[in-house]
Structures are given as C-alpha cells and as structure tokens.
C-alpha cells in the first residue's frame, strides 16, 4: 500500500520560510517523479513544482526563485523549501508521485493527506 506523509507545515509571517517533508512508502520511490501542488479554499489544486527520479527540477512561474523542490532517495522522502513567502502562498500543500510527465494533477496516482500553510501579512 502506498503512503505519502507530509509534513512541516504551519504558520509563518510574510517573508518567513518553511521546508516540507514527504515520506513515501510503498513504491520504488526513486523511479518516481515527485511533485507539489497547493490548493487554496475556493480554488482548484494548484501545480507547484516537480523533481525527476534523476533530479531534474520544473516550477510554477509563482514560485520560481523562491522554493526548491529537492529528494533524499536513500530517505524515500521529497523535500519542498519555501522561502520568501507572501499570504498567496497559503493553502493545504500535497505530494504527489507518477511515473508520467507533466504538471496536471490527473497525472499523478498517488497523493498525500496535505499539510497547511498559512502566511501571514
């Protein structure tokens, strides 16, 4: 059985930072393609950003430059650093893995519970 357990999140002030945490069980975590989504209340889920198996990086244009995606494959585990954060960056953050390419949530099979991100103005 699959499971993807994030954590990390919580409550930050504008410009603060926070890194996230995904541990995967349950697949052959490094011949997965990782990524992040966020979903706001009243929004769809959002892409964030995505690693390779091999550590090749893809970002959202609104996130470029402030967050890094990175993966620990001895760990199993995805890593999602978020710095300079603004109030839009609130929202329930997810992992997500797949062994397909692009940045649609309907391509990715395996999903975790999300963590909460709140940024404060």
């Known amino acids: 059985q699959v499971q993807l357990v994030e954590s990390g999140g919580g409550l930050v002030q504008a410009g603060g930072s926070l890194r996230l945490s995904c541990a995967a069980s349950?697949?052959?975590?490094?011949?997965?393609?990782m990524a992040w989504f966020r979903q706001a209340p009243g929004k769809e889920r959002q892409f964030v950003a995505f690693?390779?198996?091999?550590?090749?990086?893809y970002y959202a244009d609104s996130v470029k430059g402030r967050f890094t995606i990175s993966r620990d494959n001895s760990k199993n585990t995805v890593y999602l650093q978020m710095n300079s954060l603004k109030p839009e960056d609130t929202a329930v953050y997810y992992c997500?893995?797949?062994?397909?390419?692009?940045?649609?949530?309907?391509?990715?099979?395996?999903w975790g519970q999300g963590t909460q991100v709140t940024v404060s103005s």
């Open positions: 997500a893995a797949s062994r397909r390419v692009g940045v649609s949530s309907t391509e990715y099979n395996y």
């Open positions: 349950g697949l052959t975590f490094s011949t997965y393609r």
């Open positions: 690693i390779t198996w091999n550590g090749n990086t």
